[in-house]
């Protein structure tokens, strides 16, 4: 965290993981407490608008209300809250404020910055437009494909909202087990720095994902529903899924950064990367030695460093090296889009 937002009480919301004792620590935080570092974060944090977002808390439970001037902020707002100690939860209604762009317009500029992005350029997908609201349909491979499709999306200027209800997940020919599913779901909480799986107990059912157990933080909660999503669930089941600070004990987390082989972390990267519709993953060559990372892809879907870099910071990889080549490395952006979508985060 930047040094210049290490307010008394923002510290007290992000550093309780410090502690070995998750009870004690975890006293100290109110419903003020939370409002005030989630306050500081939105005050301070770049990719938000500029304007004010109110924040409310009752029992750990966040909702944030006001405007913004676009849906990437607006999501950035509510990831930041979620990742702030303290949080079981968080409801946003911020409002979408921005430019007036016709119908028609918005349509034929979100349909380009569908075209024009190197990994969803390929997608069947299809939209239409009412009073900024996009409306997509057609098909998707995966449920990461849609996730991806939709950020495209909301980083167009004008868009206030979208409809995705019939934008279909069609998947593969075979249809994972449950005992698959169950199983990638397990091996991909063992590698996730972002997340710590020791106690939570998957267990699949119809591909639906029982996720039960405990976790430190709401964000922690948001990327387990996505692992889940991500492995081939159909819907995922959390409702017996707590969030709780003494979750974040020191102790709890000690395997989470244990030494891993060489042999151990090169299949975790490979298999990681099967699931960013980002990168071809079958094009990439990932070697490991004495934990350090080396990779190569002749052609890998506008794949950045950092996709790797994000998996590779877990336990046991030290460095990534070699080059990432971007498939439509040169291709028009959009004029209409956010610039670089990476500006939003």
Known sequence: MDAHLKTPLVAQCLTLSDS????????????????????????????????????STHDGLVNLTGLTDNLLARKRAEDIALAVRGVRGVTC????????????ELQRDVARALADDPATDHYRVHCTVARGVVTLTGLVQSWAEKQLALRVVQGVR???????????????????????????????????????????????????????????????????????????????????????????GRAIRREKVASKTDEAISRA???????????????????????????????????????????????GPRPVRGPLRSAGAGARRSGPALGSRQDAF
């Open 20 to 55: 070995d004792d998750g009870h004690n620590a975890a006293d100290g935080v109110t419903d003020g407490v939370i409002t005030a570092a989630i306050e500081t974060l939105l005050a301070t944090k770049k990719g938000l608008s500029s304007h004010p977002i109110t924040v």
């Open 93 to 104: 209604t911020v409002a979408v404020r921005t430019d007036e762009v016709g119908d028609a």
């Open 158 to 248: 004008g868009v206030r909202a979208f409809v995705a209800d019939h934008l279909t997940i069609r998947g593969g020919e075979m249809i994972k087990s449950d005992e698959d599913i169950t199983t990638q779901v397990r091996e991909l909480l063992d590698w996730d720095i972002r997340v710590n799986g020791a106690l939570v107990e998957v267990r699949t059912a119809e591909q639906v994902v029982h996720l039960t157990g405990t976790v430190g933080t709401a964000a922690e909660k948001d990327r387990l529903v996505a692992i889940a999503y991500q492995t081939g669930a159909t819907r995922v089941d959390v409702r017996n899924l707590l969030v709780a600070y003494w979750a974040l």
């Open 269 to 315: 990267v490979r298999d990681t990367l099967r699931f960013n519709p980002r990168v071809r993953a079958s094009e990439i060559l990932v070697q490991v030695h004495d934990g350090v990372v080396t990779q190569g892809a002749p052609r890998a879907a506008g794949a950045r460093r950092g996709h790797l870099l994000d998996y590779c910071g877990g336990p």
